[in-house]
Nanobody, 117 residues
């Protein structure tokens, strides 16, 4: 059973920073893609950033230049450094792991990020 556990969310003022962490455990392939999604109230879940390896990353336009995704040691750790946060970044942030050989997505339980103006 694969489990993803996120941490690092919280309340921050506009212009502030937060760092989200996600650690995956269980049986999954090292051939995976990890990413962060977010969902604001009344909106659909959307991709924030994804990473295959250190230099193979992609970002949503609304976070380019402000957020940085990176991998930690091991095959299932990912971080999201969020700088210059805006009130519109307020959402539940979900960690995602896509197991390429299994063609399967796994999700964390989500962590709340609230940015006050």
């Amino acid at each position: 059973q694969v489990q993803l556990v996120e941490s690092g969310g919280g309340l921050v003022q506009a212009g502030g920073s937060l760092r989200l962490s996600c650690v995956a455990s269980g049986g999954f392939s090292s051939a995976n893609v990890m990413g962060w999604y977010r969902q604001a109230p009344g909106k659909q879940r959307e991709l924030v950033a994804g990473i295959i390896s250190g230099e193979r990353t992609n970002y949503a336009d609304f976070v380019k230049g402000r957020f940085t995704i990176s991998r930690g040691n091991g095959k299932g750790t990912v971080y999201l450094e969020m700088n210059n946060l805006k009130p519109e970044d307020t959402a539940v942030y979900y960690c995602n792991l896509y197991d390429v050989p299994e063609v399967r997505h796994y999700w964390g339980q989500g962590t709340q990020v609230t940015v006050s103006s």
